[in-house]
Nanobody, 119 residues
Framework: QVQLVESGGGLVQPGGSLRLSCAAS????????ESWYRQAPGTGTSRELV?????????NYADSVKGRFTISRDNAKNTVYLQMNSLKPEDTAVYYC???????????WGKGTLVTVSS
């Protein structure tokens, strides 16, 4: 079992920055893929993949956040981060952390942290 706890969400003005953290505990295997997803509140839309980092060092981003968001990981702390700069109102969402172990077919989610971008 793996537990994921997100933190760092909050209210920020347009153009501002926030850093989200996702601390993992439990059995962390390699290879793994750690990702941030988001879901706009109250819309019923599906979760959108925002950014991904693999244990091999590969990162990928949604086109909507490229150049503004940076995903990183600290393997010693079992923590993945999402640095969000130049935030826009359309970035308002609940952000979820996900870890996937492809070789084991396991997939875990955090409970989410709300980011609100508003003046």
């Amino acid at each position: 079992q793996v537990q994921l706890v997100e933190s760092g969400g909050g209210l920020v003005q347009p153009g501002g920055s926030l850093r989200l953290s996702c601390a993992a505990s439990g059995s962390i295997f390699s290879p793994n893929v750690e990702s941030w997803y988001r879901q706009a509140p109250g819309t019923g839309t599906s979760r959108e993949l925002v950014a991904t980092t693999t244990s091999g060092g590969t990162t990928n981003y949604a086109d909507s956040v490229k150049g503004r968001f940076t995903i990183s990981r600290d393997n010693a702390k079992n923590t993945v981060y999402l640095q969000m700069n130049s935030l826009k109102p359309e970035d308002t969402a609940v952000y979820y952390c996900n870890v996937r172990f492809p070789s084991r077919g396991l997939n875990y989610w955090g409970k989410g942290t709300l980011v609100t971008v508003s003046s």
